[in-house]
């Protein structure tokens, strides 16, 4: 009988963990089965004897209807913003069939020239064009190597950020770098980039983001970046690599007053 009692109340307390922890953007609402977890629900309450039971029962509903509101909420902020992953999208590409590449095509090709102006011949230089276009990794990297330009910083900047020298500078880098290092072995390999950052005055958050995205640039760290949840985590590299990251993070005030609510950031 205890056994039973015990077992019930583990499988409720595991929904709820698995709730909250999707409430707090911990992780990704869209793991929750919400499906199968009202099923296992629906079996179990005829079991339930005790007013702990129900009380956790009942939890566990409410805790699973927050879960659906969250995705709900997901949902229409990326329809609003007419959001669309481009991962998403490549991995449909990637199932269609040539015939059903081709229909869509067809159905969604609006020229903007008469049809007397689409000839043969003119199909043919299209379709020769994008056979010799370069790749859009070459594309991308003419780009890179276009935009780059080595530059230093400038005391105007190092003392805005409240650095005196640049050795200065380079010490707290290099001081982050070791803070990282440190943080990814305990926590086996790559540490949650906000935490990281998180600080206790916004100031300091700035300071510190300003010199993970140095690592970064250095080739030193790189970040990881969940299509789905948006999270992201900070991994450091054995060795400075030539591959960079480039990822704008916009942070504000309200947003880390919001994340620092939560939690804050990781000690120095």
Do not use: H
């Amino acid at each position: 009988m205890k056994s039973k009692l015990k077992k019930r109340r583990e499988i409720l307390l595991r929904i709820l963990d698995l709730c909250e922890k999707a409430l707090k953007e911990e992780t990704d609402p869209f793991q929750v089965d919400v499906v199968q977890l009202f099923g296992k629900l629906r079996k179990l309450l005829p079991e339930l004897e005790t007013e702990e039971e129900l009380y956790l029962d009942l939890e566990a509903v409410l805790g699973l209807t927050s879960v659906i509101l969250k995705q709900e909420e997901w949902i229409r902020y990326r329809s609003s913003l007419m959001f669309l992953d481009p991962l998403l999208v490549l991995l449909k590409i990637e199932k269609l069939e040539d015939k059903d590449l081709a229909d869509v095509l067809r159905r969604s090709w609006r020229p903007i020239v008469e049809a007397r102006g689409i000839s043969p011949l003119f199909l043919e230089k299209a379709v020769e064009y994008w056979r010799t276009l370069p790749s859009l990794e070459e594309r991308r990297l003419e780009l890179v190597e276009a935009s780059e330009s080595a530059g230093t910083l400038t005391l105007s900047e190092l003392a805005t950020l409240g650095f005196a020298s640049e050795e200065e500078f380079l010490s707290f880098l290099n001081s982050e770098e070791k803070r990282l290092r440190k943080e990814a072995d305990r926590r086996g390999g790559e540490v949650p980039y906000w935490e990281f950052i998180g600080a206790e005055t916004f100031e300091e958050t700035i300071k510190r983001a300003y010199l993970v995205s140095f690592l970064c640039s250095y080739g030193r760290a790189t970040i990881r970046r969940d299509p789905l949840s948006g999270e992201m985590w900070l991994i450091p590299l054995e060795k400075p690599t030539g591959n960079k990251v480039s990822l704008a993070i916009p942070i504000d005030e309200e947003r880390w007053k919001k994340r620092n609510v939560r939690g804050g950031g990781i000690k120095s």
